[in-house]
């Protein structure tokens, strides 16, 4: 039996993306120690920035899928904590400057949530390992859970941000006033990545799209 390592398995979850951010779950500083032991049964510590986030399960579930995608892995199991308490501080180098470019890009007008009627472009496709991605235009992907395509899917161009949120807590079961402060950070993040448009919005995404 082949033996597997905690690198192993952290360079496998390099490709696991934050739900709310562009960027993977290591960068992010979220993963707070893996154990392997001599069985190949892998333990995971991890937290979340936020303790109300709404994709939890999802995430666990894209976490413990990249870990049993190193060959060996047995058993995974993912234990979230909350001490000590996620910042910015536990970022890697690279993910704090992913952060600082994407907030060095003009930034678009906020968006009037009474009247913005979201509308989902780009497409989505299954790689061969069963995740899915967003693609937009310009054929650059994002890795999506299947509550982040059931929202996009949900912005077609006739519901305002504030049903949105309403829909977005139905799919969640949480209460309203839990999920619109992530509503509009996924809102902003679609609209960035050149997933969503808004009428009456600037057209132009603030990222840079790799020719």
Request: negative net charge.
């Amino acid at each position: 039996m082949s033996t597997v390592t905690a690198q192993q398995v952290k360079e496998s979850l390099k490709q696991c993306m934050d739900p709310e951010v562009p960027i993977s779950i290591v960068d992010m500083g979220l993963i707070y120690g893996i154990d392997v032991s001599d069985s190949n049964d892998v333990d995971i510590k991890m937290t979340m920035t936020t303790q109300g986030c709404p994709l939890h399960e999802t995430l666990v579930q894209d976490v413990t899928r990249y870990a049993k995608k190193v060959s060996g892995v047995n058993n995974v199991k993912v234990n979230i904590v909350w001490d000590p308490p996620w910042s910015m501080d536990k970022m890697t180098e690279e993910g704090k400057a992913k952060i600082k470019n994407m907030g060095g890009q003009s930034t678009p007008a906020p968006l009037d949530y009474e009247i913005a009627m979201p509308q989902g472009v780009g497409k989505l496709v299954k790689q061969d390992d069963g995740s899915m991605v967003l693609a937009n235009d310009h054929d650059q992907g994002f890795l999506v859970n299947q509550a982040i395509i059931d929202f996009w899917k949900s912005c077609n161009g006739k519901r305002k941000i504030t049903e949105l949120v309403d829909i977005f807590a139905q799919q969640t079961g949480l209460k309203r006033t839990q999920v619109e402060k992530e509503v509009m950070q996924l809102l902003k993040q679609l609209n960035e990545g050149g997933l969503i448009v808004i009428p009456n919005q600037p057209e132009a995404p603030n990222v840079e799209f790799k020719r």
